[in-house]
């Protein structure tokens, strides 16, 4: 009998989200492959788990293939977890599945966390379609060059960042999409301090630096799409706003829309935002 490979999620943050199917093959399996063995050694001590763990990141995963898919032949099932969240979300674990899987082995999966679905469906944008774009690049240039590239994306957008580069990244996305894109901030998410904020890049900056505490701990960015108008009709949401000066609200999203062919409902909400 071969063994099993299991792809395990494991908490976000907080413990207590870990399934009782995830302890269960956890505590069964002959071995778990984790990410980090001393960070995930939490999650075990917490639920009194045993079993032997090694370790496998993305600097030595191409090299440990081999000899797991060889283990699972000979019948040993194997739990692949990472730090946190879902393994093979920009994180290890592809290698080992894509393997497994070619050599005819049962690869299955317990669900669980995954901190950019959580930030979605925390995040008050469109859900119905959505794009994971991980890490943006930590250099401005490469970053702009790939926003730039998004600027007309009309699906919801998800990146991951690091507290370090969170203000940069908020700075790159305004210059690309628009001081009137919708972001939500989502920060430390199913912990103490979990923030979720979503505005106008235009505001959301001025928000941020009210409170140093917000640039703090892990982020998700979740982007509002294109909405298509804004692209087409960058002319018409400068016209309402000068025309709200003289005009209340609707009047100036009718009489902007009419000269423009932008729609009055799209004008009056980014009047309203
Ligand atoms: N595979 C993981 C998952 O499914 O959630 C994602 C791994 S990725 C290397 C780690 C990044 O996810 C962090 O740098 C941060 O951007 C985001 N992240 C993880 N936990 C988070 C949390 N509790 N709150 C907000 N973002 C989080």
Known sequence: ME??????????????????????????????VAEDTRHSRNLLNHYGIKTTMRSMHEHNEEHQVGALVEKLRQGVSIAQVSDAGTPLINDPGFRLASAAREAAIRVTT????????????????????????????????????????????????????????????????????????????ARELTKLHETVHTAPLVELMGWMDEDPNRQRGEFVLVVEGASGVVEDHAEAYRLVQLLAKELPPRKAAAVAAQFSGAKKNQLYRSLME
């Open 110 to 185: 317990i669900p669980g966390p995954s901190a950019p679905i959580a930030a979605l469906s925390l995040s008050g944008l469109s859900v119905s379609r959505f794009t994971f774009e991980g890490f943006l690049p930590a250099k401005q240039g490469a970053r702009e060059q790939l926003l730039e590239s998004l600027a007309t994306e009309v699906r919801t957008m998800i990146f991951f960042e690091s507290p370090r580069r969170v203000m940069a990244a908020l700075g790159s996305m305004e210059r690309c999409f628009g001081g009137s894109r919708r972001v939500a901030v």
């Open 3 to 32: 063994g099993i490979l299991y792809i395990v999620a494991t908490p976000i943050g907080n413990l207590a989200d870990f399934s009782p199917r995830g302890q269960q093959v956890l505590a069964e399996v002959g071995l778990i």
